[in-house]
């Protein structure tokens, strides 16, 4: 992700999770609906895109009709987080895609939304909030989860 530049940025590996292997292979221009994105994650085996920024405090989600392939990346639709944050700054989504979680910077709270279908972020809904300011964390910037969900 390339917060200056507005683009998200795709690189191959010849050897997996070898960076030494890491060649560049393509972008993915983002501008045309968030001036400072932030975070993007991929769902639906590669096939959904989401990026978010707190340009306008959105969540955007984008098509892919190949797996992982920038190039064949066409925007979706918008989902509106300013309710919760003005500086979303990360996203993920649970294995199944029925929730989604968006950190916020601006509040230090991970936002959890339901999602009645999977990816779709026109099925979203606001769920609840956990803080991790404090002890934790003052300026949060992105959220993952282990593979079952019980470590966040």
């Known amino acids: 992700m390339g917060y200056s530049t507005n683009y998200v940025y795709s690189y191959n590996l010849s050897t ?6 890491a060649s560049y292979n393509q972008s993915f221009d983002v501008s045309g ?3 400072k994105p932030a975070g993007v994650t991929f769902g639906g085996n590669g096939s959904k895109m989401f990026v978010v920024g707190f340009g306008n405090d959105n969540v955007y989600s984008y098509d892919l009709s190949t ?3 920038l190039s064949t990346a066409s925007y979706n639709q918008t989902f ?5 944050d003005s500086m979303p700054t990360g996203v993920r989504f649970n294995g199944d895609g029925s929730k989604m ?3 916020g910077r601006a509040t230090d709270h991970v936002y959890s939304y339901n999602l009645s ?15 991790v300011s404090g002890q ?6 992105g959220v993952t989860f282990n593979g079952d969900g019980t470590k966040m």
């Open 80 to 84: 509106d987080v300013s309710g919760q």
């Open 136 to 141: 934790q964390e003052d300026y949060p910037t």
């Open 117 to 131: 279908r999977a990816y779709d972020l026109g099925s979203a809904n606001y769920n609840q909030s956990f803080d």
């Open 67 to 69: 797996a992982y392939d």
């Open 33 to 35: 609906q968030e001036s």
């Open 101 to 103: 979680f968006v950190m």
């Open 16 to 21: 997996a999770y070898d960076l030494g292997s």
